[in-house]
């Protein structure tokens, strides 16, 4: 007798913390198998994730950037052409480096949309 293989139907979340100061603060965002990032203000279409309520908002572009989670792979994040740029900081290290295509975001990351600073949690 074949036994099936269990597969969790639960699907994937991860979390943006906000970082102020070095430290995370109280406001999170929360994020579902695939996340536009952006500042769609009034109108949120095509924004999943609207960062514009933010004091840094003048720096986030209205598509910034997309996460999504590739089974197999984990959750991956690609800027969207924004005017500032998309940066991941890993945790030990001390220097931001810019998302050219896409690059694999870990629990603990720090990622940041133009100035605005996010902790990426996915545990």
């Known amino acids: 007798m074949v036994l099936p293989i269990a597969v969790s139907q639960q699907l994937p979340r991860a979390r943006l913390v906000v970082k102020r100061n070095g430290v995370g603060a109280k406001r999170e965002f929360n994020i579902a198998e695939r996340a536009v990032v952006g500042r769609a203000g009034m109108s949120a279409a ?11 908002a003048a720096y986030i ?7 999504r989670y590739e089974v197999g792979v984990g959750w991956i994040m690609r800027d969207l052409g924004s005017q500032n740029g998309s940066f991941l900081r890993q945790p030990g290290t001390t220097d931001f480096h810019r998302v050219v295509g896409e690059e694999v975001l870990r629990d603990g990351d720090e990622v940041s949309f133009g ?4 902790e990426f949690r996915s545990a």
């Not at 095509?46 to 840094?56: T, Y």
């Open 61 to 67: 572009s209205a598509r910034h950037a997309e996460i």
């Open 46 to 56: 095509g924004v999943d994730v609207d960062l514009a309520a933010l004091p840094e």
């Open 115 to 118: 100035n605005a600073r996010f």
